[in-house]
């Protein structure tokens, strides 16, 4: 009886951090550049795989000894899924889609004296231009949260309000004169898109931003170990475009439904198990 309620109060669990992980990827089916996570679960098994050793508590024992009852289910891992989302045309010059892999760097001033920019990671390409703090007349590329997107050498990208830029499909910016004097060029800065090696190493940042969870990485390595730069010829980028999410609506209600159901079920074989204790617990008496 114990064993029935310990499976179901486990699977109670597991259902419900189900639940919450297909509500919150419901709720951003329309956010720009998202990605949804999907849930897996893994069997429970006893602390102890042997007693054979153990002779002395294995008396009436019927099954074969190493062998032991699996006690229920848990979450096992939270994926982030990578699929790619739908383009959405906006004509908007500064709208950026990345197609196929890679991340937008956006990066935030430090809050401490003498320490680094905090970097985070998004596919989301919403910038528009900001009026640069420091120098009149030039701009930064910033998101909705206020981040500056960065260049190849992680630093804010730099637009003069003179030229008019054109973002091309490999990340480079060609600029030209607004009066139509002069001949276009290539800035020396462009738009720096990165490979994550490892997305599941990513935890949510808040803002549609990731960032790298630390605790996870193994013992002597960091996050510049898993974060690659990509050749110029290896990015395919679209301007004008955004990247919708990669949510299928149908598939996350049906899963909802079903874990649903299935938390209704274990909820009910919960309250069994506290009747048949209340039940042995009276006949001892």
């Known amino acids: 009886m114990n064993t029935s309620l310990y499976i179901s109060s486990g699977a109670l669990q597991a259902y419900q ?3 919450d992980t297909t509500a919150n990827n419901i709720a951003n089916v329309n956010t720009t550049g998202f990605k949804r996570k ?19 508590q294995e008396v009436g024992r019927l099954t074969p000894n190493g062998l032991r009852v699996g006690y229920g289910t848990r979450t096992g891992l939270t994926q982030l899924v990578m699929e790619q989302g739908q383009a959405t045309q906006t004509g908007n010059p500064f ?18 004296a003498g320490a680094p920019d905090e970097v985070k990671y998004t596919r989301d390409g919403n910038f528009h231009l900001s009026p640069s703090p420091n120098k009149q007349g030039s701009y930064h590329l910033v998101n909705a949260n206020g981040g500056y997107l960065l260049d190849q050498s992680g630093q804010p990208i730099e ?16 600029l030209k004169n607004k009066d139509g004097k002069g001949t276009p060029f290539v800035s020396t800065q462009q738009v720096a898109i990165v490979d994550i090696q490892n997305p599941h190493i ?7 931003e990731y960032a790298i969870d630390t605790t996870v990485l193994p013992e ?13 010829d290896e990015v395919q980028m679209l301007s004008g475009y955004l990247e919708g999410s990669n949510v299928d609506l149908t598939k996350e209600m049906t899963d909802l439904m079903t874990s649903q159901r299935s938390f209704q079920m274990n909820s009910r074989a919960v309250s069994y198990a506290d009747q048949m204790i209340g039940i042995a617990n009276g006949i001892l008496r």
């Open 202 to 208: 990513l935890k949510n940042a808040g803002g549609n």
């Open 17 to 19: 951090q189900k639940i």
């Open 159 to 174: 637009l003069d309000g003179q030229y008019e830029v054109n973002i091309q499909a490999n990340g480079q910016i060609h």
């Open 38 to 56: 999907d849930q897996s679960f893994s069997e429970i098994l006893a602390s102890q795989l042997n007693n054979q050793g153990r002779s002395d």
């Open 220 to 232: 002597g390595s960091n996050a510049a170990n898993y974060v690659d730069m990509m050749n110029p």
């Open 95 to 112: 709208d950026l889609m990345i197609q196929g892999k890679g991340f937008f760097q956006v990066g935030y001033p430090s809050q401490t």
